[in-house]
T-cell receptor, first 114, second 113 residues
């Protein structure tokens, strides 16, 4: 069964609103979570690395103020897309791991901004 | 920077056909290489990996060999099944643990009866 749960799997929101995506590790404590974004027919692009209890490390070109990442506990990380615009429409995927353990991926969240 | 290039899909095969999905990479160091698979409605799962040159990763009848001289990690399977229909992602990691990954674009495989 799934060890990483991502919610929601699909969301539509209006331009200018904010959307929160949750990533939960179900049966292990994830010291690190990663957030990816995937455009159609393109690679998964790493957005940020999130360590529990500390600020996320964002990849170059990713707007920190737009994509707010919180990793408040060892089982939950959230990605909030603030003031969403149509160009933010994409497929967002999280993954979780603990030290020396395999990486587990969530099923992804399809965000559509109208 | 690091990058991974894999063949575009979709790839459509008949059951029991031979599969090859090409993957080449560029990296500054000596990366570990991975193939991930995403079945419909599910998250990415690690299919196989290789951590150094000439290593062969294998799982579920799939295999790939780490070729440093051609910077390639092509995925092969001798006889595909309908249940192999999925999207396959080639990836690399410069860190040994394989947690910070650079992905290819993914190749969709469709296997028909």
């Amino acid at each position: 069964g799934a060890v990483v749960s991502q919610h929601p799997s699909w969301v539509i929101c209006k331009s200018g609103t904010s959307v929160k995506i949750e990533c939960r590790s179900l049966d292990f404590q994830a010291t690190t979570m990663f957030w990816y974004r995937q455009f159609p027919k393109q690679s998964l692009m790493l957005m940020a690395t999130s360590n529990e209890g500390s600020k996320a490390t964002y990849e170059q070109g990713v707007e920190k103020d737009k994509f707010l990442i919180n990793h408040a506990s060892l089982t939950l990380s959230t990605l909030t897309v603030t003031s969403a615009h149509p160009e933010d429409s994409s497929f967002y995927i999280c993954s979780a791991t603990r030290q020396n353990s395999p990486l587990h991926f969530g099923n992804g969240t399809r965000l559509t901004v109208t | 920077g690091d990058s991974v290039t894999q063949m575009e899909g979709p790839v459509t095969l008949s059951e029991e056909a031979f599969l090859t999905i090409n993957c080449t990479y560029t990296a500054t160091g000596y990366p570990s290489l991975f193939w991930y698979v995403q079945y419909p409605g599910e998250g990415l799962q690690l299919l196989l990996k290789a951590t150094k040159a000439d290593d062969k990763g294998s799982n579920k009848g799939f295999e790939a060999t780490y070729r440093k001289e051609t910077t390639s990690f092509h995925l092969e399977k001798g006889s595909v099944q309908v249940s192999d229909s999925a999207v396959y992602f080639c990836a690399l990691s410069e860190t040994g643990g394989g947690n910070k990954l650079t992905f290819g674009t993914g190749t969709q495989l469709k296997v028909e009866l």
